[in-house]
């Protein structure tokens, strides 16, 4: 939110805003002129306007049961929502806030909040599986860091519909770490401290630290098979129970087993792993020789388990 000489929490402002709205119902011109409505905020009433009445009722949920649960699943979010609980779920709910990740269509995911706030915001759509999207309810924080891909605030009566009017929220969109498109946003509701000075800037700090994470996930990206929101490529992580088996001799191939997964080696490969195995605390170059030719003398079928060596080839 750009910095003015006032706030948008200002009761003059809200009386204002008030009086454009009574323009919205009576479907005459609203009065922008002299800044009466802020520029963003005036810009999204008027497509919010063209895709919707201003007295037409909230949208219902779009996404229920399993469907919601599937949209989870498959959403990158989920992938990082640990990090996203203790960044800012749960020191925003601790804080008296209702939380909110939407996917890139401004459909909420998920909804988090004291039991009591969570039944108000029930109360004017703000659920789980809800559409908030600019098309769908009008101005909000979610549906214009969207359609604006920046952070934003919309306080009380900026908000498009009078149902919304006595919230305030903050918004910031989430970019895919490769791509760069837009995942979905991180939003904030509340009183008037959803919209302190202290709420974009802890909001774009865990969209940073997401950002990273998922950076640290996914694959890097192909220009062919890209890693899509719907469709993550996420690096397997190695269960650290799975014993790790070194097969050398008896058989045509050395092979590396870990738990189900079986892995050819070529002869330079398995010998590498043998000697960092029997030489955990590492080898030079002429000792790795060394070791090589005393290995090369030993007879007889091996079967090694665990060790660094045998771990770090899994």
């Known amino acids: 939110m750009t910095a003015t000489s006032w706030s948008p929490t200002d009761s003059a402002y809200q009386a204002q805003l008030l009086r454009a709205h009574e323009d919205l119902r009576a479907h005459t011109e609203l009065r922008g002129d002299g800044g009466l409505v802020r520029e963003s905020v005036l810009a999204s009433w008027r497509r919010s306007l063209a895709a919707r009445p201003a007295d037409a009722l909230p949208a ?17 979010f989920s992938a990082v929502l640990p990090l996203l609980r203790s960044r800012l779920i749960d020191p925003a709910v601790e804080a008296g806030l209702v939380v909110a990740l939407g996917d890139a269509r401004g459909r909420l995911l998920w909804v988090e909040g004291r039991p009591q706030l969570i039944s108000r915001a029930d109360d004017m759509g703000f659920a789980a599986g809800a559409d908030w999207s600019e098309a769908a309810m009008g101005t909000s924080a979610p549906a214009l860091a969207l359609t604006t891909a920046s952070s934003m605030q919309v306080v009380g009566a900026e908000h498009f519909h009078e149902a919304v009017h006595p919230w305030s929220c903050s918004a910031v969109p989430v970019r895919h770490p490769h791509t760069g498109e837009a995942l979905g946003i991180l939003d904030v509701t509340g009183t008037a401290e959803a919209v302190s000075p202290l709420v974009l800037p802890l909001l774009e700090a865990t969209a940073r630290a997401a950002q990273d994470e998922l950076r640290g996930l996914l694959l890097s990206p192909d220009p062919v098979d890209a890693p899509s929101p719907r469709r993550p490529r996420i690096l397997p992580r190695p269960s650290p129970a799975a014993a790790a088996e070194l097969l050398l001799t008896g058989r045509r191939t050395p092979l590396l087993r870990a738990g189900s997964r079986t892995i050819e080696l070529r002869g330079r490969h398995a010998e590498l792993l043998t000697l960092l195995h029997l030489s955990p605390e590492g080898v030079s170059g002429g000792g790795a020789r060394r070791a090589a030719a005393r290995e090369h003398r030993r007879g007889g079928d091996c079967a090694r388990r665990g060790g660094p060596a045998a771990q770090a080839a899994r």
């Open 60 to 76: 219902g949920a779009v996404l229920e049961g399993e469907e919601l649960a599937a949209a989870r699943r498959e959403h990158l």
